[in-house]
């Protein structure tokens, strides 16, 4: 491309008509103004004749493919997630892989516990019934004792439990050893949870409680001798109030 310069019009131009002036191309006659300074008049000329049209920038291919190869993982995992359901619930995964609880029955528990007493010798199992409970609410505390000595007294006891409550009954099955043949038992519906028998500012029980035998004292607990009671393989049945 050629350039026609005014040389006239720039001997004779200001300062700032020198800042701007015509240049004219002879293939299409349009005019362009380009701003340029004095010392720079040449060099801009050169570098204006020379310049050839911006090249357009090409995507590279990641750019055009990057869209398509996620769209494909996002395939792949939907894929995945969908054989693993469909292996679930046709039951192709082996019942060690995925790990569930046990449901034991109280005669294994009981079995094991026999297992386990080791130096205890044989056991005996008895079942305990609870009746009178005012609601479903808190534990059942229960305690066995088979000698005066710390009647009354959970730390002293044979063995102690807590069992949960359903329409205010609650049964249960203790593991003793199996030359005992008489016991006696004390419960008290721990309604708070608080692991202790709550009062009253007089002393007096606020939580209803029962022993073996229907023993009741009058002014205080019964004695071990009032609460014991024969082992005879039948529920033994425990009244609070």
Same mark, same amino acid.
């Given at each position: 491309m050629s350039i026609r310069i005014n040389f006239e019009y720039l001997r004779t131009a200001t300062r700032d008509q020198l800042r701007r002036f015509s240049v004219h191309t002879i293939a299409n006659r349009k005019p362009r103004h380009i701003l340029l300074n004095r010392s720079g008049l040449a060099r801009g000329y050169t570098?204006?004749?020379?310049?050839?049209?911006?090249?357009s920038v090409q995507?590279?291919?990641?750019?055009?493919?990057?869209?398509?190869?996620?769209?494909a993982v996002s395939g792949l995992i939907v894929l995945f997630g969908s054989a693993v359901l469909a292996c679930r619930q046709a039951k192709l995964i082996p019942d060690k892989i995925i790990p569930r609880f046990a449901v034991r029955d109280d005669e294994e528990v009981l079995a094991q516990q026999a297992a386990e007493a080791g130096d205890f010798g044989p056991r005996q199992t008895i079942e305990v019934k609870v009746l009178g409970a005012a609601s479903d609410v808190g534990k059942m505390k229960l305690a066995v004792y088979v000698s005066p000595e710390?009647?009354?007294?959970p730390a002293q006891a044979l063995g102690t439990d807590n069992w949960v409550i359903r329409d205010g009954v609650c049964v249960g099955k203790f593991g003793l050893p199996a030359e005992l043949t008489k016991l006696a038992i004390a419960a008290y519906h721990d309604a708070n949870e608080n692991g202790v028998?709550? =009062?009253?500012? @007089?002393?007096?029980?606020?939580? =209803?409680?029962? @022993?073996?035998?229907?023993?009741r004292g009058v002014t205080g607990?019964?004695?071990?001798?009032?609460?014991?009671?024969?082992?005879t393989g039948a529920p033994i049945e425990i009244s609070i109030r």
């Open positions: 570098e204006l004749s020379n310049q050839s049209p911006p090249k995507p590279s291919r990641w750019q055009e493919n990057h869209g398509n190869f996620l769209l710390g009647f009354n007294d028998l709550d =009062r009253n500012a @007089f002393g007096i029980p606020s939580e =209803r409680y029962g @022993f073996s035998g229907g023993a607990p019964p004695t071990f001798e009032e609460a014991q009671v024969e082992i």
